[in-house]
């Protein structure tokens, strides 16, 4: 099955299954997979800050790197490849606390935060998450069978719909 | 299927929020009643009918609890699913209005997921 890279501050969406969409050492980052069991149709983004209002020009060149602009696109492009918002598993993994090169913390936490406000305002809620701690975590989308998977301390589990919420921040 | 709620909260803010986060759920709502009290949600069952019921506990007028209590003891209207969401999760309590038929109960402060979580229990999943 191909595997199809995400890198950070990046975006990509897969369709008509048979395609892995993974993103490696989300430590602060925040690895969010929306998934139309329907249609197959799945994306993932990863993004690193939570509010493009710090560079704007950046978020231009680049509007996955923010929450704010990257989330809207990401639900965009896959509704706009036949998803529907209504059936959509919105699943997120991440947001842990690191302390980035310049010493800032609570990047995470915002991350989450940010997160949580973009998707209520766009109208849809999260399923699983596996988010807050202080580890990197690895994720794959599966676009065949939907399934999602986390990897985390070396342990990989699967991110399951519908599980209870980890508690995270 | 599309359902018929009552939302029951002294606050217009959290009545809002509940039927968005029901709307946002997947639950198709046909018609979305509103009551500020306990008196108000009576005098909307008694002229319509509706699938569940969402009612907090502490409100000015006729609480929740008195308002669970009034609709146990309607032969009709017990039979419509009551969920309780409140700020008071003592233990005691819970037990109380358990007894007096609510069906599921969500203390606040909740995020959104927790009250699908809630409602998926009580009401069945929308989209199975």
Sequence with gaps: MDQIVVGMADCRIAEGGGQVLATFALGSCIGLAIYDPQTKVGGLLHFMLPDSGIDPARAKANPFMFADTGIPLLLEQVCGRGAMKRRLVVRAAGGAQMMDQEGVFEIGKRNYLALRKILWKSGVLLHAEAVGGIRSRTVRLDTSSGKMWLLEGGEQRELVAGAPRQGGN | ?128
């Design chain 2, 1 to 128: 299927m599309a359902y018929r709620v009552l939302i029951v909260d002294d606050s217009p803010a959290m009545r809002s929020f509940v039927r968005r986060v029901m709307e946002l759920s997947g639950f198709d709502l046909a018609v979305c009643f509103e009551a500020g009290d306990g008196g108000e949600a009576l005098k909307v069952l008694n002229s319509e009918w509706v699938d569940a019921i969402l009612t907090d506990i502490n409100m000015p007028g006729m609480d929740g609890e008195e308002l669970l209590r009034r609709l146990s003891a309607d032969e009709v209207l017990r039979a419509i699913p009551a969920i309780v969401i409140s700020t008071d999760a003592t233990a005691n309590r819970m037990d109380r209005l358990a007894t007096l038929g609510a069906r599921g109960y969500i203390t606040k402060p909740f995020v959104p997921e927790d009250l699908r979580a809630v409602l998926e229990r009580t009401l069945g999943d929308p989209n199975a």
